[in-house]
């Protein structure tokens, strides 16, 4: 599609007339509606054109109700009432992803902001992410605009929550919009406000070019498509560019806007927000965070905050079918071109075979990958416990880090072992604040102090061994505060602790991928518990087969698998072999999603599922 | 007939079978098998394709049933052509066949005659539940040419059959089953149903020594399954009932093979057991051994040639559909070389005759030393004439499992 036939051009756009925004929001509260309601107002997507959520690329994104990658449209508006009507602006929408693993991209999406719509639920309130992402956007000097969503549910209870947002930003209660994004009501107004409320971008039109990277995503036909947010001078097509982390240089070969399809600009200046095509064809290329100047006339400072990505979280992959490792390869170089913080090398299991130790920023980030490997590439995986990293200090001085159970020093004495920890934020109404210090306590947490948000709804602070979180303790948050609390944790370094590592054996095996690194209080009810649900997970063998948990030669645990001795369908239902024969290849289907280990098959969710031991509580999904 | 139906292809209007299929008519047994899909109230565990009165909607009764029936008789004549194709067998399986108007049963199976012939030495069951028939009834079947008859017992104990929702009283099986005799039913077989919900040890022994009292020729039995979509898969959900213990049922299994055993009945498949070769079901057997045989009425299942059909499952869309002069026929499989081949090792290796080894590619014969190894099968040398894989004890309960060993 075509941008309107009066918007301003880009490359040659005021920047007194841009107005660079983004929404900050919780899963669920509403953003992706409220930017399709905006391109429907602002003409860019007509209503029937409009698919839902249009921002949202990604299958498992859209399913899953979160945006990973973030974009940017350009919407032209004439202004409808007050001083501005009448006058044409250009909205620049900047989507932001919304989990705490990709904290460090919101961080850069909202560099190139002037302002922020903080969109809360009307009938929820305000949420620990959100209110994580809120303070970035005030440390980023932004101009919070606060909005109440789905004012028209009937839950819906906008004088308190606009206490709270109030309470929280410092503004008047009166002060915070009231929309709702599925009716439309309100975003006219919204959009009017978004003009008189966010600061116009200012640079230097004349200084050489710097440019903000605040996302970088890989396209089959073009490449690597990279969006930026211009500071000072402007980029043009068939410019050399040149990006400043790195040093490497790269022919502009397009430029553009989205709006909301690519539209070529022969250039884009102060203020603007784009994409540019190199020809790059790994993100990693062209990094979030880092600056994009002229290769001819280099600027002699980048812009600030470049982080590189440090993978938080570890744990290894295997195909099922060993004939698969090279597919598994490939699919992982493939995926690493649209994702710069994917980092893997190979590694092999007494267990699993070969396969890969991956790094991840968090949980969150795992479990796409691994669904991304096993529906875009039609892999049968099996991944491992997720696991941090340990930094073990040994008695003759040596260090070694540990990425992996396996890893984990046999030979000579452990001085310390120190396990990450990070910061955690849970909101949730007061009456929770007993069961979750409960939790907090029983994953070792030390409070840091508890705020009351409103009347009835805390901030409660916690440092927390990164390792504790890792499985199921945001499920097992939910379900001790009906599902009200939300948890936001940043990393903040580490500490020494007591950890052992507990192995568990099938049939006097050492099994290497159920090997987990625990605290030496929880390592008994851990090694039991652990026991306990392979016995329910493994199905019977034709041989029984004893289970045993141990930390180190000592058993701490023991189960048994009694052998199978019924395995046959009694009835032919009166000649219907078809169904019979469709039974069979069922069970062999299933067969296939086996691991042999030893002698004993072992299903791809004991790796997995074995692992969230410690809660009764709730069915997943 | 079950009430899941496969997906495959849609059936031919007019019912017809390629010419390929219909070349091997004549090379095995050929039957015919009569589903009745009436009940006088529905059994909890039950998802057979099965209708009691107030569930039938238009064009559907048992009033009219048999005609339609007959209509599919004369149906099967013209699609099978001309060749002359002696019926061996005839079951008439349900549902509750008896619930039939007195002589349709005997009417059908005269279509049958009249359509194909039936073989001098010719089958003819019908299943019948013990509370469904009495000595004059009995007495008008044998006449009207059936010979062979099989009760629905299930099992002796009230309170496993109120689980079973099985209405009839267990103390009046022994006068059934003696009328049958007298009215001169020399093939007599007991179905029974083990490890329902409740059902102890001591009751199931009780079931069986119950009917061995009634010296029958033949017994089938089966594990209870707990199927979706059931009465009974309902109340198990909702924990109202225990699902049924693997071990149990092994256990139950072994209790039945050796009672039965001790009374001279010997299996000669999985779930069957029979007091000699004579007595054995031809027609259960043409299943395993990829018989022929085309299967009347709603949701029944047919067979020839490696074509495998079956009809709509309603009733009223049966009658419409042969009201219309049109097959019933709703879909169907045409089986290709490996998935006859596949469809032989499943079946024919739960026969006491075992299966015979060249049903096995290169793999499979390699895979049988170590099921021979785990005490499963036992196994003829390849050298042998003609070689055979035969379960044993252990391995009949084990028989899904060896069938996937062997076809890796």
């Given amino acids: 599609m075509a941008t309107h036939p009066t918007a301003p051009q880009p490359g040659r756009t005021d920047p007194a007339i841009l107005r660079n925004f983004c929404i900050i929001a919780h899963i669920d509260h509403g953003k992706s509606t409220l930017a399709d309601r905006m391109l429907q107002l602002t003409g860019v997507v007509d209503e029937r054109a409009a698919r839902a959520q249009y921002l949202d690329r990604m299958d498992i994104e859209r399913e899953r109700g979160i945006t990973i990658k973030s974009q940017a449209v350009r919407m032209p508006w004439t202004v409808t009432e007050g001083e501005f009507a009448g006058r044409t602006f250009v909205l620049n929408m900047i989507d932001t992803p919304g989990h705490v693993d990709f904290t460090y991209e919101v961080s850069r999406s909202l560099e190139a902001c002037e302002a922020a719509i903080l969109l809360v639920d009307a009938a929820q309130g305000i949420e620990a992410q959100t209110l994580a992402n809120l303070y970035l956007a005030l440390g980023a000097d932004l101009h919070i605009i606060p909005v109440l969503n789905k004012i028209d549910l009937p839950g819906a209870n906008p004088e308190k929550y606009a206490a709270e947002l109030a309470g929280i930003i410092g503004c008047d209660p009166s002060e915070v919009l009231r929309v709702s994004a599925k009716t439309g009501l309100g975003v006219e107004d919204l959009l009017n406000q978004i003009v008189v409320q966010t600061p116009a971008p200012e640079g230097d039109a004349d200084a050489p070019p710097r440019a903000l990277i605040f996302d970088s995503v890989y396209d089959t036909y073009r490449g690597v498509v990279t969006y930026v947010r211009v500071v000072d001078g402007s980029l043009k097509h068939r410019d050399r560019i040149q990006m400043m982390s790195t040093g490497a240089v790269h022919e502009m070969l397009e430029v553009g806007v989205i709006s909301p399809e690519p539209v070529k600009a022969d250039e884009i200046g102060v203020g603007e927000v784009g994409y540019l095509i190199t020809g790059v064809k790994e993100v990693r290329q062209s990094r979030v965070g880092d600056t994009v100047t002229s290769a001819t006339k280099p600027a002699a400072e980048p812009l600030g905050g470049y982080q590189h990505p440090n993978p938080m979280v570890f744990s290894g992959l295997y195909p099922i079918d060993g004939d698969d490792f090279a597919t598994l390869r490939d699919a992982l170089e493939k995926l690493q071109l649209n994702d710069a913080a994917l980092q893997y090398e190979p590694e092999s299991s007494g267990a699993l075979g070969f396969g890969f130790r991956i790094g991840f920023l968090g949980l969150l980030h795992l479990e796409i990958v691994r669904e991304r490997l096993e529906r875009e590439f039609n892999l049968d995986l099996i991944s491992t416990a997720p696991n941090v990293v340990y930094r073990v200090v040994m008695e003759d001085g040596r260090e070694i880090t540990v990425t992996n159970p396996s890893e984990y020093p046999t030979d000579g004495k452990i001085a310390e072992v120190h396990e990450p920890i990070v910061d955690a934020t849970v909101l949730a109404p007061s009456e929770y604040i007993g069961a979750i210090m409960e939790l907090c306590q029983s994953r070792r947490g030390q409070l840091g102090g508890i705020d009351y948000l409103s009347e009835d709804r805390v901030e409660i602070r916690y440092t927390l061994p990164m390792g504790e979180i890792m499985f199921d303790f945001f499920d097992a948050l939910k379900s001790r505060t009906k599902g009200y609390a939300s948890l936001n944790y940043e990393i903040a370094g580490e500490q020494a602790a007591d950890l052992v590592k507990v192995d568990i054996m099938l049939q006097g095996e050492v099994v290497d991928a159920f090997s987990a690194i625990v605290h030496r209080d929880s390592a008994y009810s851990y090694g039991v518990a652990l026991a306990a649900k392979l016995k329910e997970l493994i199905p019977r063998q034709q041989f029984e087969v004893p289970i045993q948990a141990a930390i180190g030669s000592r058993i701490i645990a023991r189960e048994n698998i009694r052998a199978i001795r019924k395995d046959v369908l009694a009835k032919c239902y009166g000649g219907d072999i078809s169904r019979k024969r469709k039974l069979l290849e069922k069970q062999k289907e299933g067969k296939k999603r086996m691991k042999m280990v030893g002698r004993v098959e072992v299903p791809q969710e004991a790796f997995i599922a074995a692992l969230s031991t410690s809660e009764p509580g709730p069915a997943k999904k | ?408």
Avoid at chain 2, 188 to 217: H, K, N, Q, V
Avoid at chain 2, 241 to 265: H, I, N, T, W
Avoid at chain 2, 288 to 312: D, I, K, L, M, T
Avoid at chain 2, 336 to 349: F, K
């Fill in chain 2, 1 to 408: 007939m079950p009430s899941v139906v496969p997906d495959a292809d849609p059936a031919p209007r007019d019912g017809s079978l390629p010419a390929a299929a219909l070349a091997e008519l004549g090379s095995r047994p050929f039957g015919f098998y009569v589903h009745v899909p009436f009940c006088r109230v529905r059994c909890g565990y039950c998802d057979f394709n099965t209708y009691t009165a107030e569930e039938l909607g238009d064009g559907a009764s048992r009033t009219t049933y048999a005609d339609q029936v007959i209509a599919e008789i004369r149906l099967a004549r013209r699609v099978l052509g001309e060749a002359d194709l002696p019926v061996g067998t005839v079951f008439f399986g349900g549902g509750t066949p008896t619930l039939l108007p007195a002589g349709d049963l005997e009417r059908v199976l005269a279509a049958i005659g009249a359509e194909f012939g039936l073989a001098a030495d010719a089958e003819v069951t019908t299943e019948a539940n013990p509370d469904s028939v009495d000595a004059a009834r009995l007495e008008q079947l044998r006449a009207g040419g059936i010979n062979r008859i099989s009760f629905g017992v299930q099992s002796a104990v009230p309170h496993v059959l109120a689980t079973l929702d099985r209405t009839h009283d267990p103390a009046r099986v022994p006068g059934v089953v003696a009328a049958a005799r007298a009215a001169g039913f020399d093939q007599l077989s007991l179905d029974l149903i083990y490890g329902t919900p409740g059902e102890t040890a001591a009751d199931w022994e009780r079931s069986l020594t119950a009917a061995l009292a009634c010296d029958p020729d033949h017994v089938s039995a089966y594990s209870l399954i707990v199927e979706e979509g059931t009465a009974l898969a309902r109340r198990v959900r909702r924990g109202e009932l225990p699902m049924p213990d693997e071990d149990d049922l092994a256990e139950k299994y072994a209790v039945a093979d050796r009672l039965l055993s001790a009374a001279g009945l010997r299996w000669y498949e999985v779930s069957n057991w029979a007091r000699d070769e004579g007595a054995r079901c031809r027609h259960n057997l043409a299943y395993w051994r990829g018989g022929h045989w085309w299967g009347a009425g709603p949701g029944a299942h047919g067979h020839v040639g490696g074509v495998r059909w079956w009809n709509v499952k309603h009733p009223a869309a049966y009658a419409r559909r042969l009201a219309a002069g049109e097959s019933p026929a709703h879909g169907r499989e045409l089986l290709d070389a490996e998935t006859r081949r596949v469809e032989r090792v499943l079946l024919e290796l739960r026969l006491a005759e075992g299966l015979a080894i060249d049903a096995l590619d290169a793999a499979g014969r390699a895979a049988i030393a170590a099921q021979v190894d785990a005490g499963l099968v036992r196994a003829e040398p390849l050298t042998a004439p003609d070689p055979r894989v035969v379960l044993t004890d252990r391995g009949r309960l084990l028989a899904d499992l060896v069938v996937r060993a062997l076809l890796p």
